[in-house]
């Protein structure tokens, strides 16, 4: 087991189980996928570390075990079409590819979506289309969808995005402010119905372009 291997191994039984993913599949994923190819050059001793990673224009790696929670908690099968919101460094994409048919992936930043469809393209993974776009309004030329994530948080969650779910699609995002955020999953139940449930709490940085309501009350 070379380095980079024997780090991933680390990572998936140090940080990835004890946060309670346990999907046999996912984990088959994230002992995979290549991390390393996904961070930044100035930042690769910290490619496996439990930490968040700054890309650059005001955006972050998650924590490997936030991205494997996340990806574990939309119950792929491997037949799904799923929109990401927030491509970022790519590696999110790469492990919903993993577990999912195709992956529909927006990035706002011109340069961290080039990039990421570069670290994509470089660990073999042909089944994430990469768009520059602000993924708020999300993509319903390509809509429905049988999952959504959204790769930061954000205050609430656009409707626009709840009625691009399929009938039993789920949208997965870490809602909430300031200090007080949790991983919600919304469930398109029927045509006009969604349900939703918190399942963990995690504060994580926003995703741009969603717009922030307003505090005042009137």
Known sequence: MNPQEQARFNMVEQQIRPWQVLDPQVLSVLSHVQRELFVPHAFQALAYTDTEIPL??????????????????????????????????????????????????????????SNALNNLQRAGITNVDVRVADGSAGASGDAPFDAI??????????????????????????????????????????????????????????????????????
Request: proline share 5%.
């Open 56 to 113: 650059g224009h005001g955006e972050f790696m998650a924590p490997p075990r936030v991205a494997a929670r996340l990806v574990q908690d939309l119950h792929l099968t491997g037949v799904e079409k799923v929109l990401e919101i927030g491509t970022g460094s790519g590696y999110m994409a790469a492990l919903l590819a993993g577990r999912a048919q195709r992956v529909v992936s927006f990035e706002i930043n011109p340069e961290l979506a």
């Open 149 to 218: 994530v959204l790769g930061g948080s954000v205050a609430e969650v656009p409707q626009a995005l709840l009625q691009q779910l399929a009938i039993g699609g789920r949208l997965l995002a870490i809602v909430g402010n300031d200090h007080v955020m949790a991983a919600t999953l919304f469930t398109h139940t029927t045509d006009a119905t969604w349900s939703s449930q918190s399942l963990w709490d995690h504060t994580a940085p926003r995703l741009q372009g969603f717009t922030e309501p307003s505090r005042f009350q009137f």
